[in-house]
């Protein structure tokens, strides 16, 4: 079956979009090589330390890449994550609006341009006929990494074990919770199965976008584009893993805080330069931030560490603990937004461990 998305064209736009790429030196490579790998040996023995989530997986692997490979790292998971959707859309080529390599040069696009922008990353993706070897990395890009450094004269090696701490942390949380991995790609492969190619449904979505904006609404807020054309199906998954990621993220963001506590020098400077980073942020990078959602995952993390500090606050971190006994105890984006929500619910909710 021809994909809906040809993905040799998206690997060669992005390519294109990142041709001015800067490179690490070789001795520049070695010692990032060696420090992460270090680093990401060391912040899983401190994140575990700080929250009691343990692998399963045996040890965290770093390894550090250039844009091309994260893109192709991302281009893996799109292919597998996304395969529901393409196949539906491959089946009915006439009613997809554009063809593959279009597609594909869209896709290449953006991921050409976020691989400019990421730091790191965890690939929480285990295929288990394929090379274990290939999976479950820790990806550090290099050449943003090196170039965040130099820019705001920030010391390696603390600046590096404080990005291991955050990637680390999600690792922990897909690795030391038993459940957690299968429920997040059950949520994503239900979303994806309710696809509906329809050129129908777009103009439905444009039309209810048109309305929320008319009453004063932001109908990219919640999503990006994804939200704007979603199935109402599918804006209660969304829903589902809106609040998910809220939690992960800020629980990354509060644990490599309070891991790096006597480990790393400068970490309140780091987190400050970074934030005030993505609010001053070109008009152009805040569009395409608001267009693909990352700017709604931007306030993942200051909603979820808020509702981390709400939680914390009422009962302490054996409360806010719950929320990895099972999916039935995770918060939806109304209770990360509303913390009480959460906190009045979970006191009848049984665990039911997927």
Not at 69 to 85: H, S
Not at 163 to 171: I, S
Not at 329 to 339: G, H, Q, V
Request: charged share 25%; aromatic share 8%; with cysteine.
């Amino acid at each position: 079956m021809t994909s809906a998305v040809d993905w040799d064209v998206a690997r060669s736009v992005a390519a294109k979009v990142n041709r001015n790429e800067p490179e690490l030196s070789p001795a520049d490579r070695a010692q990032m090589d060696a420090d992460f790998e270090e680093f990401t040996a060391r912040a899983e023995s401190l994140v575990a330390t700080e929250t009691g989530l343990v692998s399963t997986a045996g040890a965290a692997r770093g390894r550090v890449a250039d844009r091309a490979m994260w893109v192709d790292a991302n281009i893996n998971a799109f292919q597998r994550l996304l395969k529901p959707m393409l196949d539906q859309m491959a089946e009915q080529p006439s009613r997809l609006g554009v063809g593959p390599k279009v597609a594909g040069a869209e896709v290449g696009m953006m991921l050409g341009w976020m691989s400019s922008k990421v730091l790191g990353q965890y690939d929480l993706l285990v295929i288990e006929d394929e090379d274990p070897e290939q999976q479950d990395i820790v990806y550090y890009v290099g050449s943003n990494v090196a170039a965040i450094e130099e820019r705001f004269a920030f010391p390696s090696r603390d600046f590096r074990l404080w990005l291991a701490l955050h990637e680390c942390t999600h690792r922990a949380q897909f690795t030391g919770v038993p459940w957690m991995r299968e429920h997040f790609l059950g949520l994503v492969h239900e979303t994806m199965d309710d696809v509906d190619p329809d050129p129908g449904r777009f103009i439905e979505g444009i039309k209810a976008a048109v309305d929320v904006k008319r009453s004063g609404g932001d109908p990219l807020a919640d999503g990006g584009l994804t939200a704007v054309f979603a199935s109402e199906k599918q804006k209660e998954l969304l829903d589902r893993i809106g609040g998910l990621m809220s939690l992960l993220e800020g629980h990354g963001d509060v644990t490599m805080d309070r891991a790096g506590i006597g480990h790393v020098d400068g970490a309140p400077r780091f987190g400050r330069v970074l934030h005030s980073r993505r609010q001053n942020a070109s008009k152009f990078v805040l569009l395409i931030q608001r267009l693909v959602g990352l700017e709604a995952k931007m306030k993942q993390y200051a909603q979820g560490e808020a509702f981390i500090e709400a939680v914390e606050a009422h009962g302490g971190r054996l409360l806010m603990d719950r929320v990895w006994t099972g999916p039935d105890f995770l918060p939806s984006l109304a209770e990360i937004r509303d913390p009480e929500l959460w906190i009045d619910r979970i006191q009848t909710v049984e665990p039911v461990v997927a």
